[in-house]
């Protein structure tokens, strides 16, 4: 369970830059003091992160770190994989943007990972709509 709290605290740094501890605490649903342990762990193990008191401050990474990690456990790849694009969200004008998203995704992944997303994706085909029921029209938002 560590090693999962370790890695989303890594890519929330990474994605969203400079966090409070506090607000790491309540997105990782942990305790402040949790958050100061984990980055001392993460630090320790060649993390290059860093820590600003006072207004304004907070816990960020090196603005030239990078890491090739995307979190993803082999299910929660297989899950995301299934995702298809619903026509209610084709509808709302966000289908475009769902699919270069899912491509970016596939695009970060290792080449295993690719390799049984792709397999996953060619297999399973969720069909939303029921049996010998006419389609009702979905209302937008």
Same mark, same amino acid.
């Given at each position: ?7 989303? *605290?890594?890519? $929330? ?7 409070? +501890?506090?607000?790491?605490?309540? !997105?990782?649903? @942990? ?37 090739? *990690?995307?979190? $993803? ?7 995301? +994989?299934?995702?298809?694009?619903? !026509?209610?969200? @084709? ?51």
């Amino acid at each position: 369970m560590r090693a999962d709290r370790l890695l989303s *605290l890594l890519m $929330l740094l990474e994605t969203r830059g400079k966090m409070t +501890a506090r607000h790491l605490a309540e !997105e990782l649903e @942990v305790s402040e003091r949790t958050i100061y342990r984990d980055i001392v762990a993460l630090n320790t193990s060649g993390v290059p992160i860093y820590t600003e008191d006072g207004p304004g401050g907070g816990i960020s990474l090196v603005e030239s770190y990078s890491t090739d *990690l995307t979190g $993803l456990n082999s299910e929660e790849v297989r899950a995301l +994989a299934m995702l298809n694009i619903p !026509e209610p969200l @084709v509808k709302l004008g966000v289908g475009r943007e769902l699919k270069a998203a899912m491509l970016k995704l596939s695009a970060a992944l290792p080449i295993t990972s690719r390799e049984n997303e792709t397999r996953t994706r060619q297999r399973i085909h969720l069909d939303a709509s029921w049996w010998f029921e006419p389609e009702e029209p979905v209302p937008h938002i």
